[in-house]
């Protein structure tokens, strides 16, 4: 492997391969794990709970002994995450206490407040949140693995075959992103100099060859497909069902009393 391949891989989110707690979990566990959560954090507009919450992610993935592409994963919430705290310091929901900045900007009034700052803080750590614990998921859950477990709760292949190739899709259409990049690099066009607003028209040269690359990808998995009969039988078996365990039932334990006692903690 190349220094280029494994920096590429280090940027990319997809399956990393292990022998941990998480890893050995039955998808339905993790996929449960995953909606529990994102509940938790959008139900919750307390920056205490919501920062629990997010403790118990990070707990997860350093169990899992993927913390460093866990940090690494953030960093594509950057931008959101930026758009977000931007906002939703200037335009709260929620806006108490003294007044920092106040301006008229045509029909807008934005204002920065305590209680603004705290409003956008906890978007921000709802955002991570989520974003965490769909990352971790992608991470600790293999294309097989997820399919097998999807086949085995009775859903029709054609759901179980659309949210397992979506899971499969993220790592490819990464690779996808970043190899254009480097071709649009060896062109001496750069992304990495200036501002957005600088770079709005270079951005062109990376939308275009993606939306042609998805449309292609698009095409071969039809012709894939095809091939091998796709839904040409009414049910078609798995070879290794998978099954719940004791960690399941562990980690559903664990989860329940986090959730029970973060939503205790008072506001």
């Known amino acids: 492997m190349t220094a280029g391949d494994r920096r590429s891989r280090r940027r990319a989110v997809g399956y990393i391969p292990g022998d941990s707690l998480l890893h050995r979990l039955d998808p339905r566990t993790?996929?449960?794990?995953?909606?529990?959560?994102?509940?938790?954090?959008?139900?919750?507009?307390?920056?205490?709970?919501?920062?629990?919450?997010?403790?118990?992610?990070?707990?997860?993935?350093?169990?899992?002994?993927?913390?460093?592409?866990?940090?690494?994963?953030?960093?594509?919430?950057?931008?959101?995450?930026?758009?977000?705290?931007?906002?939703?310091?200037?335009?709260?929901?929620?806006?108490?206490?003294?007044?920092?900045?106040?301006?008229?900007?045509?029909?807008?009034t934005p204002e920065v407040t305590p209680g603004g700052l705290l409003f956008a803080a906890t978007m921000g750590l709802r955002v991570l949140v989520i974003g965490g614990i769909s990352f971790l998921f992608v991470m600790a859950t293999s294309y097989t693995d997820f399919v097998a477990s999807l086949r085995a709760s009775r859903l029709p292949p054609v759901i179980a075959f659309s949210l397992g190739y979506a899971l499969k899709s993220m790592t490819a259409l990464f690779q996808d992103l970043r190899n254009i990049m480097d071709a649009q690099r060896s062109r001496a066009l750069e992304f990495d100099r200036g501002t957005l607003i600088e770079n709005r028209r270079k951005f062109m040269a990376l939308g275009i060859p993606m939306t042609v690359s998805v449309l292609n990808r698009a095409r071969y998995v039809t012709e894939a497909m095809q091939s091998r009969g796709f839904a040409s039988t009414p049910r078609p078996t798995c070879y290794r069902p998978p099954r719940p365990g004791k960690c399941d039932v562990l980690l559903l334990v664990v989860l329940v009393i986090s959730i029970l006692v973060i939503a205790m903690v008072p506001v």
Request: proline share 8%; aromatic share 12%; charged share 10%.
């Open 30 to 108: 993790k996929l449960l794990t995953l909606v529990a959560i994102s509940i938790a954090a959008l139900a919750t507009s307390s920056p205490i709970r919501t920062a629990l919450l997010l403790a118990f992610v990070v707990g997860l993935a350093v169990a899992s002994r993927l913390s460093r592409p866990f940090a690494r994963s953030l960093l594509f919430l950057l931008p959101l995450l930026i758009f977000i705290l931007t906002i939703n310091s200037f335009f709260p929901r929620e806006a108490w206490g003294p007044v920092y900045f106040s301006a008229q900007v045509g029909p807008f």
